[in-house]
């Protein structure tokens, strides 16, 4: 099995209400992927609701293999999600690991 962890970082120019609905429409388009994409074996988004902490989103997943990771980075369902944060991400940090 992998876990696959991301964790994104928002612009921090953004305007609030506009960033919570970012932060919102991107965790109701994630965690609607297992429907559409049937090798995640789980998923869940985490919205930080510590404003002292630097990273806005948190993303974790599970997946057979990283071959399946890799056809989740690329497959259409998943790629339009993610490009609701294109214009106001600053950062993204992942760590993928076996167990």
């Given at each position: 099995?992998?876990?696959?962890?991301?964790?994104?970082?928002?612009?921090?120019?953004?305007?609030?209400?506009?960033?919570?609905?970012?932060?919102?429409?991107?965790?109701?388009?994630?965690?609607?992927?297992?429907?559409?994409?049937?090798?995640i074996r789980k998923i869940e988004v985490g919205l930080n609701a510590n404003p002292a902490e630097s990273f806005d989103i948190?993303?974790?997943?599970?997946?057979?293999?990283?071959?399946?990771?890799?056809?989740?980075?690329?497959?259409?369902?998943?790629?339009?999600?993610?490009?609701?944060?294109?214009?106001?991400?600053?950062?993204?940090?992942?760590?993928?690991?076996?167990?």
């Amino acid at each position: 099995m992998v876990k696959h962890i991301v964790l994104f970082q928002l612009d921090p120019e953004m305007e609030a209400g506009r960033k919570a609905e970012v932060m919102e429409a991107f965790k109701r388009g994630i965690e609607a992927l297992p429907t559409e994409i049937p090798f995640i074996r789980k998923i869940e988004v985490g919205l930080n609701a510590n404003p002292a902490e630097s990273f806005d989103i948190a993303l974790y997943s599970e997946f057979d293999t990283m071959d399946d990771v890799r056809a989740y980075s690329v497959h259409p369902k998943h790629v339009a999600v993610a490009a609701l944060l294109k214009d106001c991400k600053k950062a993204r940090s992942c760590v993928d690991y076996e167990i």
